[in-house]
């Protein structure tokens, strides 16, 4: 039960990560529209972002 918990934690949490990645690459590398790069901005914080990779290297799986 324990193993099928973490599991499933797990793949919740993988899918945050890819969110976030895939979140970093548009903000860095989209068109460039200055309207999109600040909500862009604002939804992704520095804490977040260091939280959630933290979390990434202490729960990869590779």
Do not use: P
Not at 22 to 32: C, L, P, V
Request: aromatic share 6%; hydrophobic share 30%.
């Amino acid at each position: 039960m324990w193993l099928h918990t973490r599991n499933v934690y797990q793949q919740s949490n993988l899918a945050r990560e890819f969110e976030v990645e895939h979140n970093i690459a548009e903000y860095t590398q989209g068109d460039k529209n200055s309207e999109h790069d600040q909500i862009s901005g604002r939804n992704m914080s520095m804490a977040g972002l260091k939280e959630v990779l933290g979390e990434r290297q202490r729960t990869r799986i590779v």
